[in-house]
């Protein structure tokens, strides 16, 4: 049975150059077109069985949050026709619907009672809410107070208690910390289980890999791709990292009329990245770069193929005693890893300033999941108990992880040899329980 079905389903939005514009073709008497049109979803067609999880990937600007606004009916379709089977909960932009201006528990009583519920109703249910969105005090407080992370927990607990038949979810489980994720998503299985049927939007492929049964892939607002959710979510990740390499590697024309690889310099300048930056100054991270096999610069994991982190940093004052680690983290910021100089015995020699260290960390890396995972560096200055940081960087590089065999169930797969260790016939065991 079809919880949701989309049938070539398209979505255009008029765009103006200016406001003037727009009021130049409401008074036009010709009819005249002072816009034009930018084609968000074109011929989408596929349908959600009930009781699924159905996940929507793609890049940026694919058209995923158009479709589940249309599933939603904040949206009409320009052509074609959603039909969706079922009371629809909806966890879309982060606190859409929220009053900022109002209280948590104003903000809850308006939301409940526009998904349909009465009022003894949201009374009835208003505890649970209060229970799971788990924010104290706050929720007498107006929401403009509120941190992004106690936003989605008040706005998930709202569309999780209003007995949706269908629930859409736009990476909103990405905004909230480990231990929310984990119960967003244990409520996930158990909706499941009551043949709720979700429709999720997400980023992180770990979570689809995880949790997802079919998937859809948007690339510039048509269906790339439509099908189980391991198959899909494989040809994205292969097709990302051609996107990325092609990026990343620019290209020299050679005699015969091909491109070459730029080869990476010893010491490598530029970071791609920097969401936060620390330290007292005395060095400075100047570059970063992930390396393959062939030292070309790479932009994805190989399960089982070696991999070069390259990091040149400059002294600004005199190091007596520098160090470097790198923090490796998942797709949810969990540390995953750490790599050091000092861990692996190197000791790295005292520096004047303006003098420059690249180091080289190789990495054999195991089979991972699919997901992100970035890299932090870090320089210090000092014994490790005593140790200045002197620059850190976060999330400074990120890689996707990806691998070409089986599927790893789990975080990472550990080599086993699995052998038969004995066998024995009815008449054994019988003895052997005698004795």
């Not at 201006?101 to 903000?107: I, L, P």
Request: glycine content about 8%.
């Amino acid at each position: 049975m079809t919880a949701l079905a989309f049938d070539s389903v398209s979505k255009s939005y008029a765009i103006y150059r200016s406001p003037i514009d727009r009021l130049k073709e409401l008074a036009s008497f010709h009819h005249r077109n002072y816009h034009h049109d930018f084609w968000a979803l074109r011929d989408v067609s596929f349908e959600v069985p009930r009781g699924s999880i159905f996940c929507l990937i793609g890049e940026n600007g694919s058209g995923k949050s158009t479709t589940l606004q249309l599933a939603a009916g904040i949206l009409e379709p320009t052509r074609g026709k959603v039909r969706a089977s079922g009371r629809v909960g909806a966890l879309l932009e982060l606190g859409a619907g929220f009053n900022p201006e109002f209280s948590g528990r104003d903000n809850v009583r308006l939301s409940a009672t526009l998904m349909g519920l009465s009022s003894a109703e949201v009374d009835r249910r208003y505890p649970g809410i209060v229970r799971f969105a788990e924010i104290g005090e706050f929720i007498d407080r107006p929401v403009n107070t509120y941190s992004s992370g106690m936003l989605v927990r008040l706005a998930f607990a709202v569309a999780i208690h209003t007995d949706p038949e269908i629930l859409l979810v736009d990476e909103a489980l990405a905004v909230g910390d480990y231990y929310f994720r984990q119960r967003c998503l244990r409520k996930i299985h158990e909706m499941r289980s009551r043949q709720v049927t979700i429709v999720l939007v997400s980023h992180s492929m770990a979570d689809i890999k995880a949790i997802g049964e079919q998937a859809v892939w948007l690339e510039e607002g048509r269906v790339k791709a439509i099908g189980n959710a391991d198959e899909v979510t494989a040809r994205y990740l292969a097709r990302m990292a051609e996107k990325e390499a092609a990026r990343s590697r620019p290209m020299a024309a050679s005699g015969n009329g091909r491109a070459a690889p730029d080869p990476i310099p010893r010491t490598v300048e530029g970071l791609l990245n920097i969401d936060a930056r620390r330290g007292n100054g005395s060095a400075e991270i100047i570059g970063m770069a992930a390396l393959d096999a062939e030292g070309r610069t790479a932009s994805l994991i190989e399960a089982r193929q070696p991999l070069t982190l390259r990091v040149s940093f400059r002294a600004n004052e005199p190091l007596a005693k520098p160090g470097l680690a790198l923090t490796m983290r998942n797709h949810i910021g969990l540390e995953f890893a750490v790599f050091g100089a000092a861990l692996d015995g190197l000791e790295l020699p005292p520096m004047r300033p303006g003098e420059t260290l690249t180091v080289d960390f190789l990495l054999d890396v195991p089979e991972l999941y699919p997901g992100n995972f970035s890299f932090s560096p870090a320089v210090t200055d000092g014994s490790p108990s005593r140790a200045e940081v002197c620059d850190h960087v976060d999330n400074a590089l990120t890689l996707q992880m990806t691998h070409n065999g089986k599927p790893v169930y789990g975080y990472v797969r550990i080599p086993c040899h699995v052998t038969l260790n004995s066998r024995f016939g009815p008449e054994a065991a019988a003895s052997l329980a005698a004795s």
